[in-house]
């Protein structure tokens, strides 16, 4: 027998009923992932760690894409942090991004599935090794690792921990720099025998600014800024960007400044990806490189930002031109967008879209990152990539300090014979957590 239902109960049951028919036609369409739009919970959530000028640009060509969506910023300057939550509001229209001093906040939040990290170079691979271990895939702006041994143990983290990682070495999605390296694959200039990357000349300067009145931690956290590099006193040119070119908070004496990307293509041209060159030869006006298969990379010192060039350049290609020879012709492409070639029949080929494309453009490599988050699928400048091509930048630079030529084993990832060489390979690192 069925037994009745009291009317408390059945009151309950037709208010329930009542609710879900309101909640079906007043929920907006886009929550529900309908008419095309992505629903929030399909959204990739992602949080920023370090927001300056570079970053801000990165974010500018990430915030448009519909499937993405920036929740937080970590920053330990506040003047940066609202600047960031300024820019992201305006754009969503709302209030929502949070802002965090210490990016370890950032990083418990279950919610973030990745990060993109923007800091200065002394915090890339501490914090994208943070963020992996959190759970996060990585979108790390250049360069990775301030040393040798840090881009190692960045990739084996990466590795070990499953993530996807994208190096900002955004250069291989743009598309003028992708057919001067398609050329080189097709065999187009025939064989190839000779590469030219082109970097700032190489500074060693480790000269404290005079000590000021540290800020308030909510201020500027000085302790969490200087992070791993060794301690020294507060200044705020440091943190408007003049640890630029210091020892302590640079990368190999600035030559990954370019070299990051310039001889990242050059690996790329050479189908180096799984190696590196094996000699470094350093001159008054370039480092030259040798790779097992017998072609020479020439790493060229141009004068800061735009003075003399080496003879093997043309001035108008813009920032971070490359070069690359064949027995049967060459290729040379910059920033500018222009593709200069020999012979002057391969540019029948160019569209215009391969003609004049601005080369700072990260859209496609943050479409590459954000796509790879999805299939879980190698991104274009993959751990692997920024391991190699971050290494044969560092045992150049090596090379410079020392002033000698070295040679490395391509697969230790170890100078051969120079004990001095392989010291150089690591730096201490400050104990900085409170």
């Known amino acids: 027998m069925t037994m009745p239902i009291d009317n408390s109960r059945r009151s309950f049951l037709l208010k329930s009923v009542a609710t879900t028919a309101a909640l079906a036609t007043f929920v907006p369409s886009h929550v529900l992932g309908r008419n095309g739009a992505i629903a929030p919970s399909e959204k990739i959530s992602f949080g920023i760690i370090g927001i300056g000028p570079r970053c801000t640009y990165d974010v500018k060509a990430m915030l448009p894409f519909a499937d993405v969506r920036c929740v937080a910023i970590a920053d330990v300057q506040a003047t940066r942090r609202d600047a960031g939550k300024k820019l992201v509001d305006e754009h969503y229209g709302n209030s929502d991004c949070r802002l965090y001093r210490d990016f370890r906040e950032l990083l418990d939040r279950k919610d973030i599935d990745a990060v993109l990290i923007a800091t200065g170079d002394r915090?890339?691979?501490?914090?994208?090794?943070?963020?992996?271990?959190?759970?996060?895939?990585?979108y790390s702006e250049k360069p990775c690792g301030i040393t040798i041994a840090a881009c190692q143990e960045l990739a084996n983290t990466i590795?070990?921990?499953?993530?996807?990682?994208?190096?900002?070495t955004q250069r291989r999605s743009v598309p003028n720099f992708q057919k001067a390296v398609e050329w080189v694959h097709a065999g187009k200039l025939g064989k190839l025998h000779t590469m030219h990357a082109s970097i700032y000349i190489p500074v060693l300067e480790n000269t404290w600014l005079p000590g000021q009145p540290t800020p308030a931690r909510d201020v500027v956290d000085w302790n969490l800024w200087l992070g791993p590099a060794a301690w020294r006193p507060y200044n705020q040119q440091y943190c408007d960007g003049k640890w630029r070119g210091q020892w302590d908070f640079d990368s190999g004496a600035?030559?990954?400044?370019?070299?990051a990307h310039t001889v990242d293509l050059c690996q790329w041209a050479n189908k180096a990806d799984d190696s590196m060159p094996i000699e470094y030869?350093?001159?008054?006006?370039?480092?030259?490189?040798?790779?097992?298969?017998?072609?020479?990379?020439i790493i060229d010192f141009l004068a800061q930002p735009f003075g003399d060039r080496s003879p093997h350049y043309i001035t108008r290609l813009g920032t971070c031109p490359v070069r690359f020879i064949g027995d049967e012709g060459s290729v040379e492409t910059g920033d500018s967008g222009e593709i200069v070639a020999q012979p002057e029949s391969l540019l029948n080929e160019l569209s215009d879209k391969n003609k004049r494309v601005i080369g700072l453009d990260v859209s496609a490599h943050a479409r590459n990152f954000f796509d790879c988050i999805r299939s879980r699928a190698l991104t274009v400048a993959n751990a692997d990539v920024m391991r190699r091509s971050h290494i044969a930048c560092h045992a150049a630079a090596i090379a410079w300090i020392l002033n000698r030529k070295l040679k490395i084993d391509p697969v230790k990832e170890e100078f051969i014979g120079d004990e001095e060489a392989n010291l150089l390979r690591s730096r201490p690192s400050r104990n900085w957590m409170t």
């Open 123 to 138: 915090w890339h691979a501490a914090a994208s090794m943070a963020a992996a271990k959190a759970g996060k895939d990585v």
């Open 281 to 297: 030869e350093p001159t008054e006006k370039n480092i030259v490189c040798r790779y097992a298969n017998g072609v020479k990379l």
């Open 254 to 259: 600035k030559l990954l400044d370019w070299g």
């Open 159 to 168: 590795h070990r921990e499953k993530r996807v990682f994208q190096a900002g």
